[in-house]
């Protein structure tokens, strides 16, 4: 199975990062996994390779979120779910609408203010707003 390109995108992020040319590269990829090209890779040679990047000292920064980590917000995961959860009942990406429904909503005039407490609601209420609209 081919990876996700947002899955090749971090590897070549790391490789980037920890300063690794291009024959470097390679003999690590063909070393860990056994090709010679990060496109040849399936889910268990990516697992290895990101393993091996973080021995080297390589660290992701996609789980601190959009807005990071910040004590008594809401988490990047409660960002992501509500993003998705928009996106999923409105059927647009704009962040904009989202800030609007956030503000009528919740008093909160960005994604990006919400505390821990307004997201579980803003989550729970677009669940709902999702289900309902599933059913018509």
Not at 18 to 41: K, Q, Y
Not at 81 to 88: F, G, P, S, V
Not at 99 to 125: M, N, Q, T, V, Y
Request: with cysteine; charged share 30%; net charge neutral.
């Amino acid at each position: 199975m081919k990876l996700y390109p947002n899955k090749l995108k971090l590897l070549h992020v790391a490789q980037k990062r920890l300063g690794l040319d291009d024959d470097d590269w390679r003999d690590l990829l063909e070393e860990v996994a056994g090709c010679r090209s990060s496109s040849e890779l399936d889910l268990e040679g990516f697992a290895a390779m990101m393993r091996c990047l973080k021995q080297l000292g390589f660290e992701s920064t996609y789980a601190a979120g959009p807005y990071g980590r910040r004590d008594g917000m809401a988490t990047p995961d409660q960002v992501r779910l509500i993003q998705r959860l928009w996106n999923e009942y409105s059927c647009t990406d704009d962040p904009r609408s989202l800030d609007h429904w956030l503000e009528h909503s919740f008093g909160i005039s960005s994604l990006r203010f919400a505390d821990a407490d307004a997201a579980g609601k803003a989550i729970a209420a677009l669940k709902a707003m999702v289900a309902r609209r599933q059913k018509a």
